[in-house]
């Protein structure tokens, strides 16, 4: 199959694109402006392949992207590309709505224009998969789930954009018949995550031996999933979701953010047993505005529509995680470079 998938140089769009070309031999076209947050060095392992394509362009960029569907005729869309991290939406809405809402767009059309030229056979295998977050439902009251009913009412600029995202995914369908499907996925957390985020960076901190700066009370609570497990959910959604559903993938792991610390710390007493306990380097800070207090998934529907479960154990695939972030420097540490410390976005106190 020739899939398309934008935002392939990111976290999850590059442990994506390595499931279908390595693990399932697809042809795919990783889509990409390589923004702050790509790093083409995660699709290296496929450089000499030639199921894989990289493109650099900007899908807000409505010739690019049609030039991009004309040259490689896709049997499939995969939507990943997006300004992902929340608290650079609160400091620059704008990019925001840039590229999830208008790039989203830009993307619908181009797959429409394509699909509509298509013979029925292939119109009828083609899909749009839109790939999004959890965050469009808001906070959660203490032992609630979301399920695929849950009401959108996002909070922050990038949930905001995220979710008109998705109702413009969903428009389409509904207005021109696209064969969409929509994800909302919670937390990831995995190889190759940017250092801006709450895992890999405190990852890096305690590597370090900086501070390990935790949000309010730290007791704000997130669903974690293993991003090969989210990979895995998204294709077993393409090849057998239901055109115009939306289905929620989650890693049935709920924990608050000051246990995933403490395990992240007892991951690396464990694997760098000599000093003081990891533990000392936690530290509170002020927290973020609007910070969500709960997002849980019920990923039942997706379990019981597409086959899909999640596989790996929290505690246990954090660890790996942890592992592989000690045997990737190279990865890493351009990227580093004392640049995403967390200083820049008031994260890390200085000492
Ligand atoms: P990421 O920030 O790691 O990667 C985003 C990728 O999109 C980067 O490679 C970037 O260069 C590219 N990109 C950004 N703007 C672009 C543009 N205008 N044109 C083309 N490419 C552009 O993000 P991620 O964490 O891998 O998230 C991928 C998708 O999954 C996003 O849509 C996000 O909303 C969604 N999601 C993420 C999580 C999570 O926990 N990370 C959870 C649920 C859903």
Redesign the pocket.
């Given at each position: 199959m020739r899939i398309l998938v934008?935002?392939?140089?990111?976290?999850?769009?590059?442990a994506l694109v390595l499931h279908l070309v390595r693990d399932l031999g697809h042809d795919v076209l990783t889509?990409?402006?390589?923004?702050?947050?790509?790093?083409p060095v995660s699709l290296d392992s496929l450089a000499e392949d030639s199921r894989h394509r990289l493109v650099e362009?900007?899908?807000?960029?409505a010739d690019a992207v049609r030039a991009a569907f004309a040259d490689f005729a896709p049997e499939a869309v995969m939507?990943?590309?997006?300004?992902?991290?929340v608290d650079r939406s609160i400091t620059d809405p704008g990019a925001f709505i840039?590229?999830?809402v208008i790039?989203t767009q830009v993307m619908l059309d181009a797959a429409r224009g394509h699909y509509e030229a298509l013979p029925a056979e292939a119109k009828a295998r083609f899909r749009f998969l839109h790939?999004?977050?959890?965050?469009v439902y808001g906070s959660l009251p203490p032992d609630a789930f979301f399920t695929e009913g849950s009401r959108y009412d996002p909070r922050s600029p990038?949930s905001a954009s995220?979710a008109a995202?998705d109702h413009l995914a969903r428009a389409w369908h509904e207005t021109y018949g696209l064969p969409v499907l929509v994800?909302?996925?919670?937390?990831?957390?995995g190889p190759r995550?940017?250092p801006e985020?709450l895992i890999p960076l405190m990852i890096l901190n305690a590597l370090e031996g900086r501070k390990l700066p935790v949000y309010g009370d730290g007791l704000n609570e997130r669903d974690w999933?293993h991003?090969e497990d989210?990979a895995r959910g998204l294709v077993a959604v393409l090849e057998r979701g239901r055109v115009g559903e939306t289905y929620l993938l989650g890693g049935r792991a709920v924990r608050n953010n000051l246990a995933v610390v403490k395990a992240l710390c007892a991951a690396f007493d464990r694997l760098r047993p000599e000093g003081a306990p990891h533990e000392n380097l936690i530290s509170f800070v002020a927290d973020r505005p609007g910070h969500d207090r709960r997002y849980a998934i019920d990923p039942s529907k997706a379990q019981a529509e597409v086959g899909w479960a999640p596989s790996k154990t929290f505690e246990q695939a954090l660890e790996e995680t942890v592992r592989w972030y000690l045997d990737n420097e190279a990865w890493w540490r351009p990227i580093r470079e004392g640049r995403y410390t967390g200083e820049r976005l008031g994260l890390a106190p200085s000492e």
């Open positions: 934008t935002g392939g140089c990111g976290f999850i769009g590059s889509l990409d402006a390589l923004t702050y947050a790509a790093n362009a900007d899908i807000c960029d939507h990943l590309a997006a300004e992902s991290h840039q590229t999830n790039g790939v999004s977050t959890d965050e990038y995220k995202s994800t909302n996925c919670s937390n990831n957390y995550h940017f985020k999933i991003v989210h």
